[in-house]
């Protein structure tokens, strides 16, 4: 199956600073990456989707300015967390899919970015 | 809107019984339906899925899941549980958001087997 890996897995910064996240296709062209953020003990929330080469979208509530995305290849994508607060603290996954529509519509995951902000 | 409920956000099962967790759909329009397997500080392994043709769908692991449009679940059943299926389980819909599709995923069920 198709392999995504995210780097780093852990990653610990202090209030205020800024950390990026990286998603990687590694066998496979993703042209939409999803990314998501998930609470202990809850689902996964959409946060946004990009498209290789264009602005990624965000869902309704997520601050296009804060979760800064970049999808510079069918690759790689890319999550920073600007100014981050003990709030964002939570487990970051990004997902590639192969197509755009749902008929192909399977997203392969990858194993997460657990953020903890002090 | 494309919506999926868990009923159960805890199931507990003896090594080599049934495994069910249930998962009912909402959907506008004909859904993809989905059923992801999360491990412990990992990301999500797809397990099996839905699009169209047959309902019966078998999946990693000895998992299958029947689509039943009747009853608009799509339930995850495995004959004998292992102790290596304790997990965290989604069930997800694809469906639109507000860039085009992407994957609505219910609350999750925890598996819990006992010896």
């Known amino acids: 199956g198709a392999v995504v890996s995210q780097h780093p897995s852990r990653v610990i910064c202090k209030s205020g600073t800024s950390v990026k996240i990286e998603c990687r296709s590694l066998d496979f062209q993703a042209t939409t990456m999803f990314w998501y953020r998930q609470f202990p003990k809850q689902s996964l929330m959409l946060m946004a989707t990009?498209?290789?080469?264009?602005?990624?979208?965000?869902e309704q509530g997520v601050e296009k300015d804060k979760f800064l995305i970049n999808h510079a290849s069918l690759t790689l994508s890319t999550l920073t967390v600007t100014s981050a607060h003990p709030e964002d603290s939570s487990f970051y996954i990004c997902?590639?899919?192969?197509?755009?529509?749902?008929?192909?519509?399977?997203?392969?995951f990858g194993p997460g970015t657990r953020l903890t902000v002090l | 809107a494309q919506s999926v409920t868990q009923l159960g956000s805890h199931v507990s099962v003896s090594e080599g019984a049934l495994v069910l967790l249930r998962c009912n759909y909402s959907s506008s329009v004909p859904p993809y339906l989905f059923w992801y397997v999360q491990y412990p500080n990992q990301g999500l392994q797809l397990l099996l899925k839905y699009t169209t043709g047959a309902t019966l769908v078998k999946g990693i692991n000895g998992f299958e899941a029947e689509f039943k449009k009747s009853e608009t679940s799509f339930h995850l059943t495995k004959p004998s549980a292992h102790m290596s299926d304790a997990a965290e389980y989604f069930c997800a819909v694809s469906g639109p958001s507000n860039s085009g599709y992407a994957l609505n995923f219910g609350k999750g069920t925890s598996l819990l087997v006992t010896p």
């Open positions: 990009s498209n290789e080469g264009s602005k990624a979208t965000y």
């Open positions: 997902s590639g899919g192969l197509a755009g529509g749902p008929s192909t519509d399977t997203q392969y």
